[in-house]
């Protein structure tokens, strides 16, 4: 795993002024903005987002084409969209992730009036469980 890549994408300009975005090297790797700037940053996110679920499929990671051996249509335009994955790993690792569990009714009632909050009891409990109660552990 690379913490940076570099990958050519092909901007396609649309009449009503949206701009398309296809990463010719990774199918399936497409974005769409308006105007210039919100469509790299958007196409940024879709890197991002590829490159990750790559890495963590265990799928091999393409080298990136040359700007110059891409033919472009009319309309369309290149440029390199670079993908910082340290921060994209980050990010996921810390997301939230929903759990579903069951408990009885009663104690749903008695915690609910005393105004527990439900994720945070059972993060600081899990932790506790696991010896974790004083480190960050992703």
């Known amino acids: 795993m690379q913490d940076r890549y570099d990958f050519p994408a092909i901007l396609h300009y649309n009449p009503d002024g949206r701009v398309g975005v296809v990463f010719p090297d990774l199918p399936g790797c497409v974005s769409q903005g308006e105007g210039d700037m919100n469509a790299i940053e958007r196409a940024t996110e879709a890197l991002e987002l590829h490159l990750y679920g790559m890495e963590e499929d265990g799928e091999p990671i393409p080298s990136p084409s040359s700007l110059a051996d891409i033919d472009l249509g009319e309309g369309q335009r290149t440029v390199m969209v670079t993908a910082l994955m340290p921060l994209v790993r980050e990010e996921m690792e810390s997301r939230a992730v929903k759990k579903t569990l069951t ?8 915690a609910e009036a005393r105004g527990v909050n439900f994720s945070a009891l059972l993060q ?15």
């Open 103 to 110: 408990i009885p009714g009663w104690l749903n009632r008695a």
């Open 124 to 138: 600081h409990a899990i932790k506790k469980h696991l010896g974790l109660e004083e480190r960050h552990v992703r």
